[in-house]
């Protein structure tokens, strides 16, 4: 049994996507959620085999949520769809090792065969972006060569540069609730209460319950505590420029 869950923006897209996995045998949609935040959640919480992510998400991009979700379930496969995506979406996908690229219009009523591909260990890639991606990996291959077949100093993976790993081992998404997390995020970015009040919709008053119910879950006592949780979490990527309180 193939164990998933599906995360999708779009009501019906995502109710037409239940609808066909759940008519097979051999797939368990486990749940199902619209954003970002919901991925989060529910890949910690579920450790699905496979995770079926649409490619522009709320809360990160469809591609940066990857290294996230790798932290919170390292063993489950990454399979995003997509309508548009281009060159470095698709070189991120790679670096992140997604095991599957759908292509929305083309590829979707073969879905229930693409994931039991992926459950086999295989990847799939849409045949109508395999002459993108052979064409990428001719480029990148050239380039390389031009620095010769030596160690390069230079690589510095810096795709993953924006991130750390969790220095706890402990996923703040576990017992947040999702305005909880929105909250975390806001004050990792550096954002005064009265600025998340105007962002969230929420009144001042509200955000300060919200930022003292954070502290008491996660047994943090104060902001600079909950920037620093917030970026050795990786809910915000790290700022070269910017000096950690």
Known sequence: ?????????????????????????NIKVLAHGKDGYDALKLVGSHKPDIAI???????????????LLKIRSPSTAVVIVVSKINDYQLYK????????????EADLDSLPGILENVYEGKC???????SRVMRLLCSLTSKAS??????NKSQ?????SGYVMFLSGEDPTA?????????????????????????LGLAVGTVRNYISSVMHKTGMNNRSQMVRYAYSCGLVPLNPFKEIV
Not at 93 to 104: D, H, L
Not at 124 to 129: A, D, G, Q, R
Not at 146 to 151: A, N, Q, R
């Open 1 to 25: 049994m193939i164990s998933t869950i599906i995360i999708c923006p779009q009501k019906h897209e995502r109710e037409k996507i239940v609808s066909l996995l759940s008519a097979e045998k």
């Open 53 to 67: 992510l649409y490619n522009n998400l709320e809360f990160v991009d469809g591609e940066e949520i990857l290294p």
């Open 93 to 104: 996908a790679a670096a992140y090792e997604v095991s599957g690229i759908v292509n929305k």
């Open 124 to 130: 799939f890639i849409s045949p109508v972006l395999a």
């Open 146 to 151: 031009v620095h010769g077949s030596g160690e």
């Open 156 to 160: 510095a993976r810096p795709l993953e």
């Open 175 to 199: 017992y947040l609730s999702r305005t909880e997390l929105k909250i975390l995020v806001e004050i990792g970015e550096g954002h005064a209460s009265t600025d998340i009040a105007k962002n």
